[in-house]
């Protein structure tokens, strides 16, 4: 059995977000829950991450989105655990940059280590929060597979990302397995 872990970013992910109607939706999907999600800490996110993944028994997915994305670099980084079998880390968010919203800059600095398993980062081409050239540099310094969608913007809510079939089929493809529908649990 795969679990899919879903890591948020700054301000969680709201009720029209397609991170929370994936865990509507499905079985198997767990959140992670931060103390203070207004209010990043770095070493607070990352070990309530591990705390999360140290719940769960079998193989996880991990899909972070933004800060969340950038949490799970981080998170493999100061943990080990042969249970993370893929991870799809959506509009990784440029905490490095200048321009960094300054809650988000406590997440400082990034990780440019290679990742120990498969991972896919979906960017866009107009994302304020991390340029394009960027996130290839990410991509490329984790080994990560990169998927761009013109005119996404944040991947967020705002951006017309609730219902996101195209995400659900690339968690399906780390997973190697379709989801489950609570409904036939």
């Known amino acids: 059995m795969t679990t899919v872990v879903l890591v948020p970013g700054y301000t969680n992910a709201g009720p029209a977000h397609w991170q929370t109607i994936i865990e509507r939706k499905y079985a198997d999907v767990v959140r992670v829950q931060q103390d203070n999600w207004e209010v990043p800490d770095r070493e607070k996110w990352l070990t309530r991450v591990n705390e999360t993944l140290s719940t769960i028994e079998g193989e996880v997915v991990l899909v972070g989105h933004s800060c969340g994305a950038v949490a799970i670099t981080q998170w493999s980084q100061a943990f080990q655990s042969d249970k993370v079998i893929g991870a799809l880390l959506v509009a990784p968010a440029d905490v490095d940059s200048p321009s960094a919203i300054v809650e988000i800059q406590v997440q400082r600095p990034l990780s440019f280590e290679p990742l120990p398993f498969p991972s896919i980062v979906v960017t866009s081409d107009n994302d304020a929060h991390v340029s394009l050239e960027r996130a290839h540099l990410f991509a490329d310094a984790w080994r990560s597979e990169i998927i761009i969608k013109p005119g996404a913007d944040h991947f967020h809510t705002e951006a017309g990302y609730g219902e ?9 493809r780390l997973m190697g397995r379709s989801f489950q529908c609570k409904s036939m649990v």
């Open 164 to 172: 996101w079939p195209e995400g659900e089929k690339l968690i399906e």
